[in-house]
């Protein structure tokens, strides 16, 4: 996986530097040189690519491409992941005696599908894409045309285990399709085929799929400012480029909102009479014009049930509801990979909690550590959503932080 991205960069990056600029009979000749988008939203911005920005902002690029963030879709590249190939590894057996292998065929990774006791598979498709960077798991999808696809065998997160697709009963199931509203929680665009259709599909019009969430999603239009700093490099503030010190606490939540509330159903837009195509939504706007509630999670306290809800929870803490303008970057450095960085994040509890008050019990409980406050105030909850089949007909739920940030008695779990 890490080649092709490394390959794809340096792609891109060639591609900004030998574009030859554009000159009418009187321009002077300047160093500058124009930059290549490397795709176009439906509605006209530029998507760049990311090596445009390393000029400037390196650091963040660099920290950037380790985060979960960046890592969570891509062109499928099982180099470092050869042993799930290997026999004795490379079977899935559901409950009915069906079966799947895996397999690579000239550089390329399929998954055969048999009925019970079949010699000839019923199916044979590749594993072009991958979904998720890996942490809990990874998906596969496929072309067929140019409609995408869900491959029913998945990889588990630690376990390095081939295991059914979550959500699919334990029997051979038609391949399902990957709505744009997928892809617009993984990945930076997608051009879709139907905008104007009642009903989202899964066609696109394009298979060149803008892999990992790229600065663009957060960050929106960004061509102007790069060409406007370029040209203009003694200029330090700023500019042509959203501000996040300029929105609003909603808006700045919405922007994380999009993927982090749950699964929240595209709009229906009465006038128009079509559910507001994936991707419409941009930083800055009303996110509610978009998507439509998550009716489960909209519970006051509910407990996260659902594979990516940390807003609602956040929202009914004290912590949230008693401080001014709490957003998810008070604790989350959205440019870094931060995961299990105790320290770091009790630090942010501690600018607001400089002395809780512990009692005498809670200060000397048995694996209580005072250096992960998380640890017992956002404990690890089992999701009822997101479960894993890493036996046959059995789950094993998905253990995912709860952002309702209290008190919990008898919760020092880790
Ligand atoms: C030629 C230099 C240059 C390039 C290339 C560049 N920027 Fe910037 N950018 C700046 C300068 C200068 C600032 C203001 C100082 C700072 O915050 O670093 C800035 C600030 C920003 C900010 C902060 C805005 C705020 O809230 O204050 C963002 C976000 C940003 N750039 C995004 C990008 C993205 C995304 C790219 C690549 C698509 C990019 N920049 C490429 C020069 C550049
Ligand atoms: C376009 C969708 C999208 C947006 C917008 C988004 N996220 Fe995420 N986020 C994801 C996905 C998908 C994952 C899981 C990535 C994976 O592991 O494959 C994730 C994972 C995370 C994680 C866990 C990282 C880890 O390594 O364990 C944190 C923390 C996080 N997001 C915070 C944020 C914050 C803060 C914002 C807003 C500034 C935000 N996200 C905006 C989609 C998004
Ligand atoms: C998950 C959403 C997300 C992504 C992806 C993202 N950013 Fe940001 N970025 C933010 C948020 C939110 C802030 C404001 C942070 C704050 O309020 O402290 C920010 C702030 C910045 C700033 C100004 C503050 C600083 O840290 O210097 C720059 C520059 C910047 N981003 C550049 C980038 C670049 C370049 C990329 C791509 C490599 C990128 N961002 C990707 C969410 C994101
Ligand atoms: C509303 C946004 C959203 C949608 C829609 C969505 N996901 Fe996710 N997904 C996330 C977030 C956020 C995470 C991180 C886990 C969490 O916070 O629950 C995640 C986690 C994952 C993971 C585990 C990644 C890892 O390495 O830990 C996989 C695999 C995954 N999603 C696949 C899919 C597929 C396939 C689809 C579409 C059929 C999909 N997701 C739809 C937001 C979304
Ligand atoms: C921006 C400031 C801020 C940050 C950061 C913050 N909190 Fe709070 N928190 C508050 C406020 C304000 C309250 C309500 C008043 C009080 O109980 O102190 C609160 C309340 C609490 C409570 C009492 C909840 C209850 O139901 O009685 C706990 C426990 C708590 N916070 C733990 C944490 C932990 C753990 C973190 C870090 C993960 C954290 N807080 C981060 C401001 C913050
Ligand atoms: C008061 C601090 C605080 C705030 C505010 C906060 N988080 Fe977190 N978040 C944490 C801590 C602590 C963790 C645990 C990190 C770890 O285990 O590595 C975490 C973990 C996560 C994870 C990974 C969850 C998992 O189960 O792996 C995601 C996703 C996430 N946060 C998203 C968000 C989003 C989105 C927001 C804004 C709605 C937000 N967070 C606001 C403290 C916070
Ligand atoms: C071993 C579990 C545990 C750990 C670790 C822990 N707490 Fe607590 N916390 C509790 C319990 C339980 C209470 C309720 C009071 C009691 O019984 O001690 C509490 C109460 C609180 C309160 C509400 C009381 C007050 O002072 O307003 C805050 C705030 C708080 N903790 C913050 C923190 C912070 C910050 C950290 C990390 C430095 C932390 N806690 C670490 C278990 C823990």
Redesign the pocket.
Known sequence: MKRRMVELLVFAFLMGAFIVPQQGCNQVVSEYTEIEPVAQHFNGMQYVAMSECTSCHAEIVESHMQTSHFRTSSISDFADQLQLFEPGANELVLADQSMAKFVIEDDQAYQLWYERGAINPLTKDSMQITIGSGHRGQSFLFWKGNALYQQQGSVSGDGDQWINSPGYPSRIEPHRPIMPRCLECHATYAEQASLVSARPSNTYLSRDILFGMQCQVCHGEAAEHVSYHRKNPEELAPKYILKYSDLSQKQRIDACALCHSGSRPNKWDTEKRIFVPSFSYQVGDDLDAFLEPDKLEARQGAVADIHANQVNLLMS??????????DCA??HDPHSFERANYRK??A??????SS?KHSEATLTATDANFED??S???PFNESKAMQLELDVNELTPVRIRNHL???YKNESTN
Do not use: D, L
Not at 317 to 326: A, N, W
């Open positions: 803490s004290k912590c949230f509801q008693q401080s001014e303008g709490m008070t604790c994040f009790s942010k509890c501690i600018s607001c909690h809780p406050c998380a017992c105030h956002m940030i209290a008190i």
